[in-house]
């Protein structure tokens, strides 16, 4: 575990010094500031219609503003994600600097945790910068915290998701750009995937795919309907493309 740790550290501090993060941090805080205001106002006006029709606490702050910010940031980070990540073994091979890593004495699985922890913790600190609005904002209106944690739990785990898919398609090529477009494509594959159930006439199947449709189960924690299933569907989903990596790169350690 020191090693996937030591790989940790380096990987973070090439992605600080590094232009791609920094653009990908000012992106996100311009989109979500933008975004924030643009909720509020909405909020705000929903909120004076509702009393001028005589109508008690008609929208609440939540499904006025929470949702919708944790929804956009579901977008942004399918997008993102797969941008943090390509970098991850794809540059490594074009750089030859995976030979290195490969001969060095670190197991595949430290190889890969190191990868994944990285980008884990790149992802909190944006998780940081979108938090600061709604605990602004809690100054002024009720802010619900069970259902703002519960949003932003299910929002880490389905994050983690694309941070395992992002890896395994980084590590089958050594081209950056082929990395990104694999990775997206998947996301959107977990994502949409739910349009079968309008789709199908059977029940079964329309039950198997909402199971593993990414967005529902976001959804359901948004609602603050948190399930045990959902937990060990998207953690072991995560294991999954992770063990696949790490399956890649043990090949390529034997070619």
């Not at 109508?55 to 956009?72: A, C, E, K, P, R």
């Not at 898919?165 to 980084?170: K, Q, R, T, V």
């Amino acid at each position: 575990m020191i090693s996937s740790f030591i790989i940790t550290k380096k990987e973070i501090k090439t992605a600080i010094k590094g232009p791609g993060f920094s653009f990908i941090l000012f992106l996100f805080t311009l989109l979500i500031s933008f975004v924030s205001y643009s909720a509020i106002e909405m909020l705000k006006l929903r909120t004076e219609g509702a009393a001028l029709q005589g109508q008690d606490g008609g929208v609440n702050f939540h499904t006025g503003y929470v949702s919708q910010m944790i929804y956009l940031m579901h977008f942004m980070m399918m997008l993102f994600i797969p941008a943090i990540t390509a970098f991850s073994f794809a540059e490594e091979r074009k750089s030859r600097t995976m030979d290195l890593l490969l001969t060095s004495p670190i197991t595949s699985t430290e190889i890969v945790l190191g990868k994944f922890f990285a980008v884990v913790a790149m992802l909190l600190g944006i998780f940081a910068i979108s938090f600061v609005y709604p605990l602004s904002m809690s100054f002024a209106v009720d802010v619900d915290w069970k259902l703002l944690f519960s949003s932003y739990v299910g929002l880490f785990l389905v994050s983690g998701v694309y941070i395992a898919i992002g890896l395994f398609s980084s590590s089958l090529t050594s081209s950056v750009i082929l990395s990104y477009v694999i990775a997206v494509v998947l996301n959107l594959f977990c994502i949409f995937i739910v349009w079968g159930t309008q789709t199908s006439e059977n029940q079964a199947v329309r039950n198997v795919l909402n199971h593993v449709s990414i967005s529902k189960h976001l959804t359901d924690f948004i609602q603050g309907s948190v399930h045990l299933t959902s937990f060990v569907f998207l953690l072991s989903v995560i294991v999954f493309f992770m063990f696949l990596t790490q399956r890649v790169i043990e090949s390529a350690r034997w070619r």
